[in-house]
């Protein structure tokens, strides 16, 4: 385990460097700058800003001074907004994205995995058919669709949820349907296939000829076996519902992660681009990480090498 767990660390080091490496010289490839969107800039102005936040180098040498203090954690000052660290941005944005795709992630594990038990057990049945039917509509309806008819029905016509912001606990209710929509549909069509190959295999049937309840080999030899499948999607699916979704966080007007990084973006922040680039890849190298050691936990007979 130690071999290993060494090896994933050098190999994420290396990972998240080549992201590094790239987002920065695509970045500066593109033609202007974060000041050139700036109201009447005079160009001394622009090239004293530019001498400020050392833009003015040469590319290479910003590269090596990014580098070397990124990998001591310190991503710089943000080129838009000016006296906040990229650092203090994510920090604050992660906390509020985290929370909201914490709830989420929650959501999507507990139904998802639920309702594609009981397809899978009730195969060929009404139950069965219906739970397909809105797996396959979770997964194909952009999340854009989920967001309208939630603000529409629950927001406009009922009005029985608040539509913006999360000043309070009903608030997050619309949000966390949304970003679990999609999730929980694809956990449910990942565990009905996986359950429905699991009740097949040959040590279920001796389980049952041994006079097991169904219970018992359900939920003790089934369950352990089929949920691997949900494990392995689970790193990506953290990474991408705790970091915030853009269009959620948009529509609901949740001050997140994921719409500060499309505003970097827009703005041409470069240091909040690179800063929230490099957070994203990490989190997401953690996440597939911890899913393999998962796997190990849950089946021991799983060689980590």
């Given at each position: 385990?130690?071999?290993?767990?060494?090896?994933?660390?050098?190999?994420?080091?290396?990972?998240?460097?080549?992201?590094?490496?790239?987002?920065?010289?695509?970045?500066?490839?593109?033609?202007?700058?974060?000041?050139?969107?700036?109201?009447?800039?005079?160009?001394?102005?622009?090239?004293?800003?530019?001498?400020?936040?050392?833009?003015?180098?040469?590319?290479?040498?910003?590269?090596?001074?990014?580098?070397?203090?990124?990998?001591?954690?310190?991503?710089?000052?943000?080129?838009?907004q000016?006296?906040?660290?990229?650092?203090?941005?994510?920090?604050?944005?992660?906390?509020?994205?985290?929370k909201?795709?914490?709830?989420?992630?929650?959501?999507?594990?507990?139904?998802?995995?639920?309702?594609g038990?009981?397809?899978?057990?009730?195969?060929?049945k009404f139950?069965d058919?219906?739970?397909?039917?809105?797996?396959?509509?979770?997964?194909?309806?952009?999340s854009?669709?989920?967001?309208?008819?939630?603000?529409?029905?629950?927001?406009?016509?009922?009005?029985?949820?608040?539509?913006?912001?999360?000043?309070?606990s009903?608030?997050?209710i619309?949000p966390?349907?949304?970003?679990?929509?999609?999730?929980?549909s694809?956990?449910?069509?990942?565990?009905?296939?996986?359950?429905?190959?699991?009740?097949?295999?040959?040590?279920m049937r001796?389980?049952?000829?041994?006079?097991?309840?169904?219970?018992?080999?359900?939920?003790?030899?089934?369950l352990?076996?089929?949920?691997?499948?949900?494990?392995?999607?689970?790193?990506?699916?953290?990474?991408?519902?705790?970091?915030?979704?853009?269009?959620v966080?948009k529509?609901?007007?949740?001050?997140?992660?994921?719409?500060?990084?499309?505003?970097?973006?827009?703005?041409?922040?470069?240091?909040?681009?690179?800063?929230t680039?490099?957070?994203?890849?990490?989190?997401?190298?953690?996440?597939?990480?911890?899913?393999?050691i998962?796997?190990?936990?849950?089946?021991?007979r799983?060689?980590?090498?």
């Open positions: 385990m130690g071999k290993y767990l060494a090896k994933r660390i050098f190999m994420a080091i290396v990972t998240i460097w080549v992201v590094a490496t790239i987002t920065f010289f695509l970045m500066n490839m593109v033609p202007g700058g974060p000041f050139l969107s700036e109201k009447a800039i005079s160009p001394a102005a622009q090239a004293a800003l530019e001498a400020k936040y050392g833009l003015d180098k040469p590319l290479s040498e910003q590269y090596l001074t990014y580098i070397t203090d990124a990998a001591h954690g310190d991503f710089g000052d943000s080129l838009k000016r006296g906040r660290t990229v650092n203090d941005i994510i920090t604050s944005k992660f906390a509020v994205s985290a909201v795709g914490g709830m989420a992630v929650l959501v999507s594990l507990v139904i998802g995995v639920t309702l038990i009981i397809a899978a057990y009730r195969r060929g139950v058919s219906l739970i397909s039917v809105v797996s396959t509509m979770g997964i194909a309806v952009p854009f669709v989920v967001c309208t008819l939630l603000l529409y029905f629950f927001g406009v016509k009922l009005k029985i949820l608040p539509t913006l912001g999360l000043t309070s009903k608030h997050y619309m966390v349907a949304a970003l679990s929509f999609y999730p929980t694809y956990i449910m069509r990942l565990m009905r296939s996986s359950m429905l190959d699991v009740l097949g295999q040959d040590y001796t389980a049952k000829a041994k006079g097991l309840s169904e219970k018992i080999s359900l939920f003790k030899h089934a352990r076996n089929a949920i691997l499948p949900v494990v392995t999607y689970l790193g990506p699916m953290i990474a991408y519902t705790l970091t915030g979704s853009f269009v966080e529509i609901f007007t949740i001050p997140g992660l994921g719409g500060e990084f499309i505003g970097a973006i827009t703005a041409r922040d470069y240091t909040l681009i690179m800063g680039t490099i957070f994203l890849a990490t989190f997401m190298i953690i996440m597939n990480l911890i899913v393999d998962l796997y190990k936990v849950i089946d021991p799983i060689n980590l090498k």
